[in-house]
């Protein structure tokens, strides 16, 4: 019979957890990259599968975000700190530090561990981190909504606005009722796939109870998943109040909302019984959408979601004060009917069909970036952006989540729209009456809104004017490559964006590079602080400005780098950073009232959370890119990927601090110097 231990946290001394570039396969950045071979039937036009595991069966077994030890954090806060300071000012956050640990500290620690233990169902994060996001009163995008970009489809009949949209509206509403009816896959990492993803695997782990579940997994060295954040995918959306938003969720709504031209549009996608609508009918309306001869809407209000938080929380009331139909809710013939607020606050998701075919990434990024605002609602959970050519792309807000659940969503409904469509170039719309089925929102604006309106697209404008953007797709080396070189491929790149900025500015700067906890019960991310002693000593080296160091240096070095890349991310996946739990303490500390000790008044606590390179990866062969907001004046914004095939890069900056292309440049220059090193050839002969 088999036994499980009663342990409370993954065994960290597993020769798994101690092999940083399987942390990176298994966790990633913004999203998770597990195997889906899924052992299961297709059931109609209601699910994209029916799993024989239920999506919440490892839910309550899964391990509890542990706290680090106050000391291995100040010692990593330490190291990342060495990398960044001068002799002078690191003595002076040593003693910070040190008095830290032995006072003021220590109290904070042990608050900080008492919350934790009676909040078991959740982890010791959640609550700061969303109230983080959601007393930020910066607008939400370009600041924290990111996008996602879709391959193409690989049959170009496809490609057509219309059967591209009609296609992604139907797997959409089919990943939604899977998941709901508790019957989407859970998401598993499998270390040994052979062994693991197997029909057995899944009969022996749906037999167990779901205390235990995650533990059997474990046995077959299968690692389940938080999915906590799959509930704020759809119906859901972000509502601008005063100090702190709101974050509401309304399954009941069956209704799907369509941007074009600044107009608003909605039709039930889910019928009366709970069914999805056929997918001839829902073609039908989005065509009849599409065929609207209106011109652009020049008071479209989408725009006014890219407002400072509080400026939109009062010209939000004032919408829905200037007119019956505008509000959340109204009375009429006896009956309290949804207004068109509550209307767009409840939509499944938003899609949005733009006329627009940007064609260069850099446009492309642009208009999924943030576009012009007026086709827009940045406060819905995720849009569905689709061009006049079919491009398409997830932007998606981020209060709720860290892109696990928008990721698994994108890689299913790009699966099953690429071989499985439900419409094609053949098929006729149904023969319904459109024009009596989709609703028209015609919101009332008073002189003053109309004001709001003009003045939102006036600075939105001079936002994105002032945000600069480039791409950079690299061949002469790959994953595969890198791996062959028993390199973990994103410390390769992380190294490569460290000796960008080093050959632009001539230093190392805070770096941040997200990494998922969700191998922890509500665990949302930690930081991977990739800025290093080591890659700051290999930047030097290959920028010595002439022959110094050999090319077995060189390598070593890289070899160096790639090492202490890989126990960071082992250490961040394991929720063994110092951000969060620094974060933490900090947060409860101003909640309570207490004085900050003076680790948090130093002026380099201040400047390490000041992020110069912001960066994260995302690589899936659904993706093509993805990309998101500089979160400095003085920063990169930099999306990347590395796969078999190409290494992409997508970057964002404001000038005149900094020159993106510049910066495209010399990562285009690192990444071939790279190449030199591993080809056994000096970067300056």
Not at 68 to 81: A, D, F
Not at 131 to 157: A, C, E, Q, W
Not at 411 to 422: A, I, M
Not at 512 to 523: I, Q
Request: glycine content about 4%; charged content about 25%.
């Amino acid at each position: 019979m088999l036994r499980f231990r009663a342990v409370s946290r993954i065994n960290t001394n597993d020769k798994l957890f101690n092999n940083g570039h399987r942390y990176k396969q298994i966790f990633g950045c913004r999203g998770i990259q597990v195997s889906q071979a899924l052992y299961s039937t297709s059931v109609g036009n209601d699910f994209i599968h029916e799993s024989i595991v239920p999506s919440d069966h490892f839910q309550k077994s899964l391990p509890h975000l542990p706290i680090p030890k106050i000391e291995n954090t100040l010692t990593r806060y330490l190291n990342s700190q060495s990398t960044l300071l001068g002799e002078e000012q690191f003595n002076y956050t040593k003693k910070c530090a040190e008095a830290f640990a032995y006072r003021d500290g220590s109290a904070l620690h042990d608050d900080l561990v008492a919350r934790d233990k009676l909040n078991k169902q959740t982890s010791y994060v959640t609550e700061p981190w969303f109230d983080m996001y959601l007393r930020d009163r910066k607008p939400v995008s370009l600041t924290h909504n990111p996008f996602i970009t879709f391959t193409d489809d690989p049959n170009p009949k496809y490609m057509d606005q219309l059967l591209r949209a009609t296609n992604m509206v139907m797997s959409s509403l089919r990943f939604m009722k899977t998941f709901r009816a508790n019957l989407l896959e859970p998401d598993v990492f499998h270390l040994n796939p052979k062994k693991s993803d197997t029909l057995q695997f899944r009969k022996f782990v749906r037999r167990l109870p779901k205390s235990v579940s995650f533990y059997g997994a474990y046995w077959y060295k299968a690692f389940p998943l938080d999915m906590s954040q799959y509930a704020n995918l759809f119906n859901s959306t972000r509502i601008p109040r005063h100090n702190k938003d709101e974050l509401v969720v309304d399954e009941t709504a069956k209704h799907l909302l369509v941007m074009r031209k600044g107009h608003m549009y909605l039709f039930d996608a889910i019928d009366r019984d709970g069914n999805i609508v056929s997918p001839d009918v829902v073609m039908a309306h989005i065509k009849y959408i599409l065929d609207d001869p209106r011109p652009q809407n020049d008071n479209a209000i989408g725009v006014l979601t890219t407002l400072n938080r509080d400026k939109w929380a009062t010209v939000r009331t004032q919408l829905c004060n200037a007119g019956e139909m505008n509000e959340s809710a109204f009375f009429s013939k006896g009956v309290y009917n949804d207004g068109y607020m509550k209307l767009v606050d409840s939509a499944l998701f938003v899609l949005v069909l733009d006329d627009d075919a940007p064609a260069d990434p850099n446009a492309i990024t642009r208009n999924f970036l943030h576009g012009d605002g007026t086709n827009r609602w940045f406060d819905k959970s995720f849009s569905l952006i689709i061009t006049k050519d079919a491009k398409t792309a997830v932007n998606f807000e981020h209060s709720w989540g860290d892109g696990v659940a928008v990721l698994r969503y994108f890689n299913e409904v790009w699966k099953e729209t690429t071989t499985k469509p439900f419409v094609h170039p053949d098929t006729v719309p149904a023969n319904v009456h459109s024009d009596r089925i989709v609703q028209k929102l015609e919101f009332a604006l008073d002189p003053k809104l109309k004001e709001y309106i003009s003045d939102a697209r006036s600075s939105y404008a001079e936002r994105c004017a002032s945000l600069d953007v480039d791409h950079l797709e690299y061949y002469k080396f790959n994953k595969q490559y890198l791996k062959d070189k028993k390199l973990s491929p994103d410390s390769v790149l992380q190294f490569a964006i460290q000796l960008a900025y080093y050959k632009q500015f001539g230093k190392t700067v805070p770096t941040y590079e997200s990494c998922s906890t969700a191998a922890f019960k509500k665990g949302r991310t930690e930081t991977i602080r990739s800025a290093t002693k080591e890659t700051k000593r290999a930047c030097a080296m290959v920028e010595s400005g002439e022959i110094m160091h050999s090319v077995q240096d060189l390598t070593l070095a890289l070899q160096e780098c790639s090492t202490i890349h890989s126990k960071l991310t082992k250490e961040a996946a394991m929720g063994q950073g110092w951000d969060r739990h620094l974060f933490a303490m900090k947060y409860y500390a101003e909640q309570a009232g207490t004085p900050l000790p003076e680790l948090y008044k130093d002026p380099a606590y201040n400047y390490i959370n000041q992020i110069t390179l912001s960066t994260s990866t995302l690589t899936s062969p659904a993706v093509v890119i993805g990309g998101f907001g500089a979160v400095t004046p003085n920063g990169y914004g930099v999306g990347y990927a590395v796969e078999n095939e190409r290494i992409g890069f997508n970057v964002t900056n404001y000038p005149p601090e900094t020159n993106v292309h510049e910066f495209v440049n010399c990562l285009r220059e690192s990444l071939d110097d790279v190449y030199s090193i591993l080809e056994g050839k000096h970067p300056r002969s």
